[in-house]
T-cell receptor
């Protein structure tokens, strides 16, 4: 079974600063997908970034980037130049590519608060 | 393009009552998911449909939960009878079947409170 662990319940950051969210996971799979989803107070989950495990290069989407360390089973998210609109819960998620593919397994989430 | 639509947004019922949630996925998305999100936790998959077929319902408590996706489009999730522990947000998501590892688009969810 796969587990996803987010050890930081809450992170606070000032506008324009950088914050890094940690995520570790446990799996025996060799290929899989990792995701970061954002859930603002409106509750609508929005995909922030996706990483395929067989790709060495870290994914980047504008101000969001990941540090994927496959051997360490670590998948951290860096938010650069933080904006007030980044305030939300951030969930790390894992997806297998074999049986039960399509099933996202989420961590418990990290609440990010961006302050002026 | 319209997103995933869910209704109602909020529902308060007494325990032992039945309740139903409705989801309309994004047009053209063959795969539909129902997740349950307990307070302070990440969502957990209840059931996944590919078209009208439930291909993964291993996490669905079948004694009181049921789901259907007639004609492979809209879906309904039902609880009967509801228990206090069913209080949670129920999220629906959809994706294109042919995109392994592709993005799942989520609806705003239904917040259920069982009293």
């Amino acid at each position: 079974a796969q587990t996803v662990t987010q050890s930081q319940p809450e992170m606070s950051v000032q506008e324009a600063e950088t914050v890094t969210l940690s995520c570790t996971y446990d799996t025996s799979e060799s290929n899989y997908y990792l995701f970061w989803y954002k859930q603002p107070p409106s509750r609508q989950m929005i995909l922030v970034i996706r990483q395929e495990a067989y790709k060495q290069q870290n994914a980047t989407e504008n101000r969001f980037s990941v540090n994927f360390q496959k051997a360490a089973k670590s998948f951290s998210l860096k938010i650069s130049d933080s904006q007030l609109g980044d305030t939300a819960m951030y969930f790390c998620a894992f997806m297998k590519t074999t049986d039960s593919w399509g099933k996202l397994q989420f961590g418990a989430g990290t609440q990010v608060v961006v302050t002026p | 393009e319209a997103g995933v639509v869910q209704s109602p947004r909020y529902k308060i019922i007494e325990k032992k009552q039945p309740v139903a949630f409705w989801c309309n996925p994004i047009s053209g998305h063959n795969t539909l998911y129902w997740y349950r999100q307990n307070l302070g936790q990440g969502p957990e998959l209840l059931i996944r449909y590919e078209n009208e077929e439930a291909v993964d319902d291993s996490q669905l408590p079948k004694d009181r939960f049921s789901a259907e996706r007639l004609k492979g489009v809209d879906s309904t999730l039902k609880i009967q009878p509801a228990e206090l522990g069913d209080s949670a947000v129920y999220l629906c998501a959809s994706s294109k079947e042919d995109r392994l590892g592709g993005e799942q688009y989520f609806g705003p969810g239904t917040r259920l409170t069982v009293t």
